[in-house]
């Protein structure tokens, strides 16, 4: 089992739980203290998924799709659903089913299975679209990296791609591509709000304009694109050389900045007036809008900072202390533009590049409401930016296998209940029996959009098990339960594709039978699960104490499910089933998740937006980070995350998902700088050496956005990257045990030794 559940923990149908043995009442179900969610990753490529060309058959109660867990009568044609015990009668043409000749979504091994729907006939409806939205009020060298990944990225577009171009600095300026005779380019004003309606008006595209009989010819004034709208996109292989050479031309914002002030930046309207040209196309064609911003919003709505270069950017303390005037106001306006953009089915994806904040903080919900992409970086120049860029638009193997126009449905057995979902995507608010009292995250609804999801996205559903009564006693109740998830989204080549998976689980009374219960637990998933609650937590509730509340749970945890004589810390001990468990939550309560303080509320935002939609494997390293030590007598091993990892002949490679650091011992670097791998008879040393960087590629090579690689030696300034992951078992306060020559961290956080301690002695105590 242990074997299987290294190589895919997610298996064929890609969904991973915290317990994978139900309790059957509330009461139960909340003295397990980590609550019951499973993280599913809706349409992650799997080999042995089928795909069958026809539309699935639904129950006609509760419109569940048919699936292996359906009981069939075969001589009647009939099929009972397992989630509302309605019986259905097989149409005609399935007439020929016998327990011999069962159809695809019958296989008990196809528990997982995609249905292709016939495609909407106009081809020119699926044709991604693509709307780049560029800073200028950057310096000349900045817009250079940005033009030549914009150059770049156009090149690799598919030929039917739609393309359309808005710069921006103190104004906005929309460019006619159709019109080649000339550069022509509506300027809007930067400081003025503009509404849906009002932007297609000024660019000659309001409805009065289009309203034509359903006769016209296509490329007249029916049928899609609209033919004013062609002005402004255009088909990828005929602009190519247009933008190119309006690139060329485009140079930073003229507009004058006085000293002491801030570039007059209005990335808010530029933003919104792009919503609103794509406004013009059809709703649910898949579009997206790229923006590319180099600093903070200081004019218009969305602004985060006065234009006075005296007054910084927001920061946590401001936040907290509600010192922040601009940051409701501009969250506001871009929870409008998210209803916006997910009423007509469209992406905003986000590629900022500065030292300083640029606002991700205010424009996150747009963000995450449309599924879109994220990348921080410090300039377009730095790979972090130029590496994941190019990957967007990337096919093949690198490709991100982004959908888009995606709806996910959820339904469930009869006691269980859906509190929400955290993750990308935006509730429906579509009502029903399956819908809970209580909200985590987009709920209210069994069913939620997502304008755009790629291969690796991934959810968070929390349920709620509603019956309070005990099994009645005549064991007529079910043992098992069953959760079908159905996500229908159009593929990147512009099929549109229904995948139906049903999973099943079995209740358990854990009263009776707590080993189910313990045997069961997924610990991985569990602590992402804790991290992305807690970081829900510290997002909506006033002065909520994140690292009180996970040490409180994992007390409550370890009381509930550890082994020991009461008040006798000594005995305790806790199931191999839980026994990663709490160094987990040491990791996470030192994490940047928890400990903001360090980081902008920019950079908190980034990082909680991936924490919410990677996978669980993905989301642990976030967490916990992996370490690998490399030496000349051994092969590349796992270390303990820990200082004493650190030796002066050893490499070690940190990976914490956002950044990826190589660092050298002491002596190891010694070598290095005289050069010693240069020289023929020291070839295992440059072999040790290539090593660790090999390894880094490959990580780099599959994560998006690209990690941030870190080169560093012992007791240099970048060693600080390794340092504060590490567990600071060698402190300056315990100096004196330790051998001369150790390494040590200047920190007064405790260890982890001394955390275990801690917990035991809390989690034995007689309440």
């Not at 309001?206 to 006769?215: E, K, L, Q």
Request: aromatic letters at 8%.
């Amino acid at each position: 089992m242990s074997e299987m559940a290294q190589t895919d923990p997610e298996g064929i149908d890609g969904v991973r739980m915290t317990w994978n043995a139900w309790p059957r009442t509330k009461v139960e179900a909340s003295k397990c203290v980590i609550p019951i969610a499973a993280s599913i990753s809706p349409i992650r490529p799997h080999p042995d998924i089928p795909t069958v060309p026809y539309a699935p058959l639904r129950c006609k109660t509760c419109s569940s799709a048919l699936n292996p867990f359906c009981r069939v009568d075969f001589s009647g044609l009939i099929w009972i659903c397992p989630f509302c015990l309605q019986r259905n009668h097989f149409p005609h043409h399935y007439s020929g089913i016998s327990e011999t000749n069962v159809p695809a979504e019958l296989y008990p091994q196809y528990t997982t299975i995609q249905y292709s729907l016939p495609s909407p006939p106009d081809p020119s409806a699926s044709s991604p679209v693509f709307v780049f939205v560029l800073d200028t009020c950057v310096i000349e060298e900045e817009l250079q990296y940005a033009k030549s990944a914009l150059k770049r990225a156009i090149g690799l577009l598919p030929e039917n791609a739609l393309v359309g171009f808005i710069s921006f600095g103190t104004q906005v300026q929309v460019h006619e591509l159709g019109f080649s005779e000339m550069s022509k380019v509506y300027v809007f004003r930067g400081s003025k709000e503009l509404s849906k309606d009002q932007v297609l008006d000024q660019l000659g595209l309001s409805v009065a304009g289009r309203r034509t009989g359903p006769g016209f010819p296509k490329g007249g004034q029916g049928g899609f694109p609209v033919q004013g709208v062609t002005r402004f996109l255009l088909p990828a292989s005929e602009c190519e050389y247009i933008l190119n050479s309006l690139l060329d031309e485009l140079g930073t914002d003229q507009w004058p900045v006085p000293p002491g002030n801030r570039a007059l930046r209005c990335t808010g309207v530029a933003l919104s007036i792009a919503a609103g040209l794509l406004g013009a196309c059809s709703a649910g064609s898949p579009a997206r809008i790229v923006a590319m911003v180099g600093g903070p919003c200081t004019e218009g709505p969305g602004t985060i900072v006065s234009k006075d270069l005296s007054d910084p950017v927001r920061s946590h303390k401001d936040l907290d202390k509600d010192a922040a005037p601009y940051f409701k106001k501009a969250v506001q306006f871009y929870e409008g533009l998210a209803k916006q953009l997910v009423s007509q089915g469209h992406v905003l994806d986000l590629f900022a590049s500065a030292l300083d904040q640029v606002g991700v903080a205010e424009m996150k919900v747009a963000i995450e409401r449309t599924g879109g992409l994220v990348v921080l970086a410090e300039s377009f120049g730095h790979p972090v930016f130029k590496d994941s860029f190019k990957r967007v638009f990337e096919d093949g193997e690198q490709s991100l296998g982004l959908s888009f126009n995606g709806t996910l449905e959820i339904n469930c057995s009869k006691d269980i209940k859906v509190q929400g979902i955290i993750g990308p995507c935006t509730s429906l608010e579509k009502k029903g029996p399956a819908v809970a009292n209580t909200v985590i995250g987009q709920g209210n609804t069994t069913a939620w959009k997502m304008c755009s999801l790629s291969k690796s996205t991934c959810l968070t559903v929390f349920f709620d098990i509603s019956s309070s009564e005990k099994s009645d006693p005549s064991g007529n109740l079910n043992p098992m339960l069953y959760l079908q998830i159905l996500t229908s989204y159009q593929s990147s080549d512009g099929q549109a594709i229904l995948r139906v998976t049903t999973i099943s689980r079995r209740w358990i009374d854990s009263a009776v039978n707590s080993e189910d219960l313990v045997q069961g637990f997924d610990q991985e998933t569990a602590a992402v699960v804790m991290a992305r609650l807690a970081s829900y937590k510290m997002e909506i509730e006033e002065g909520f104490d994140a690292t009180r509340w996970l040490d409180r749970n994992l007390i409550r945890l370890c009381s509930k499910f550890g082994d020991y004589r009461k008040d006798d810390p000594a005995s305790f001990t806790l199931n191999p089933c839980f026994s990663l468990f709490p160094q987990f939550m040491f990791n996470l309560r030192r994490s940047q998740f928890v400990q903001v303080f360090n980081n902008s509320p920019d950079e908190t935002a980034y990082f909680r937006i991936l924490l919410n939609r990677e996978n669980i494997t993905n989301a642990a390293v976030m967490i916990q980070p992996s370490l690998i030590s490399y030496s000349f007598n051994s092969l590349p091993t796992p270390a303990l995350l820990d200082v004493a990892s650190i030796s002066a002949d050893r490499i070690l490679l940190l990976d914490s998902y956002f950044s990826v650091v190589i660092f050298h011992g002491m002596t190891i670097a010694q070598w290095r700088n005289m050069g010693y791998q240069n020289q023929a008879e020291h070839q295992a040393f440059k072999l040790l050496l290539d090593a660790p960087q090999e390894d880094a590629q490959m990580i780099i090579r599959d994560r998006f956005p690209v990690p941030r690689l870190v080169i560093c030696d012992q007791h240099g300034s970048q060693a600080r990257f390794l340092l504060a992951k590490l567990n600071p078992s060698a402190t300056y306060s315990n100096a004196h045990e330790m051998t001369a020559g150790t390494e040590m961290i200047f920190t007064d956080d405790v260890s982890l030794q001394v955390f275990i301690e801690h917990l035991q002695r809390l989690a034995v105590q007689s309440s």
